[in-house]
């Protein structure tokens, strides 16, 4: 796969450093998966990754680590 392909974004709000380095290190290990854009913006990071897979299991990990919030929006294009 192209290394520009991505399934989903992460996007943290208001995070704070320890998060940040949580969610790059757990990226990093996770096999198969990788970041294929960073972007920093107005209140946060977003990460593009290239799995939805592993952004879904993972996103739940952090909410439950970091005590956050969790918003999962799907578009299915036809």
Do not use: H
Request: hydrophobic share 40%.
């Amino acid at each position: 796969m192209r290394p520009d392909y991505f399934e989903g974004i992460l996007q943290l709000r208001k995070p704070t450093k320890k998060l940040i380095d949580f969610a790059v290190e757990s990226i990093e290990e996770a096999p198969g998966v990788w970041v294929a854009k960073q972007e920093k913006v107005r209140g946060g990071m977003d990460f593009y990754l290239s799995s939805n897979a592993f952004l879904r299991n993972f996103s739940q990990s952090l909410k439950k680590k970091f005590c956050g919030k969790l918003r999962i929006e799907t578009q299915m294009k036809f």
